[in-house]
C-alpha cells in the first residue's frame, strides 16, 4: 500500500507568499524525508525529520511531523519563483526494511 | 547533482533493441539504488546494491538486468522492453544502505518505441 501521500497535488502562489504542503502516511515510521525535483530533473534531498523529532528548520523551510496523526507538513517561507518544483515526502518505516516509500508528489508553481 | 551522474540523459529505442543505462557516483558512497519515475506514480524502487551486492530487488521484470562491477558505478542493462516501460530512470546513492538521505542523479528520459 501507498506509504507517503502529499496533499495538495498541485498548488499555485504568487512570489512572497508562504506555501504549505502536508503528507500523510499509514504505517509508523522511522523518519520522514522531505525532497524536491525541477522538471525532469533529478530529486534533491531537503530535509530529513526522525520520528522523536517534532519540527525542523533550514532556511526557509520549515517541517513539522505528528507522529500520533501521522503526517507532516513542509512549509516553505517568502517563496521564490525559482521554488517551482515537484515536492516529495519519503517514509523510512524501519524493521530492517531500508527502503524509501515515496509520494506523488505536490506541484507547487510560484508565480513571479 | 554533480556528486550522481548519468548517462544517457536521453534515449529512445525499439522494442528489440539493447541498451544500458550508467550511473557513476563520486560521493564515497557504498550503496547505490535504481528507481523508475512514471507520469502520475510514486517514485518506484527497483534494485539496491550495498558493496557491489544486490540487497534489494523489488519483483522487476528480467528484461532489466543491474550491474555493479563496484560501489562507484552502476548499470541498467534493457533489452526486449515494452512502450510502458517509457519513464524517467534515476539512479540515487547513500553512504550506507540505510533509511538517511539519498543524493539523486539528474535521470535518463528513456522512451521505448
Known amino acids: 500500500s501507498q506509504q507517503g501521500e502529499e496533499d495538495p497535488q498541485a498548488l499555485s502562489i504568487q512570489e512572497g507568499e508562504n506555501a504549505t504542503m502536508n503528507c500523510s502516511y499509514k504505517?509508523?515510521?522511522?523518519?520522514l524525508q522531505w525532497y524536491r525535483q525541477n522538471s525532469g530533473r533529478g530529486l534533491v534531498h531537503l530535509i530529513l525529520?526522525?520520528?522523536?523529532?517534532r519540527e525542523k528548520h533550514s532556511g526557509r523551510l520549515r517541517v513539522t511531523l505528528d507522529t500520533s496523526k501521522k503526517s507532516s507538513s513542509l512549509l516553505i517561507t517568502a517563496s521564490r519563483a525559482a521554488d517551482t518544483a515537484s515536492y516529495f515526502c519519503?517514509?523510512?518505516?524501519?524493521?530492517?526494511?531500508?527502503?524509501?516509500?515515496f509520494g506523488k508528489g505536490t506541484k507547487l508553481s510560484v508565480i513571479p | 547533482e554533480t556528486g550522481v551522474t548519468q548517462t544517457p540523459r536521453h534515449l529512445v529505442m525499439g522494442m528489440t533493441n539493447k541498451k544500458s543505462l550508467k550511473c557513476e557516483q563520486h560521493l564515497g558512497h557504498n550503496a547505490m539504488y535504481w528507481y523508475k519515475q512514471s507520469a502520475k506514480k510514486p517514485l518506484e524502487l527497483m534494485f539496491v546494491y550495498n558493496f557491489k551486492e544486490q540487497t534489494e530487488n523489488n519483483s522487476v521484470p528480467s528484461r532489466f538486468s543491474p550491474e555493479c562491477p563496484n560501489s562507484s558505478h552502476l548499470f541498467l542493462h534493457l533489452h526486449t522492453l515494452q512502450p510502458e516501460d517509457s519513464a524517467l530512470y534515476l539512479c540515487a546513492s547513500s553512504q550506507e544502505w540505510s533509511e538517511d538521505t539519498q543524493y539523486f542523479g539528474p535521470g535518463t528520459r528513456l522512451t521505448v518505441l
Open positions: 525529520i526522525r520520528s522523536n523529532e
Open positions: 519519503a517514509t523510512a518505516r524501519g524493521a530492517g526494511s531500508y527502503q524509501l516509500t
Open positions: 504505517t509508523s515510521i522511522n523518519n
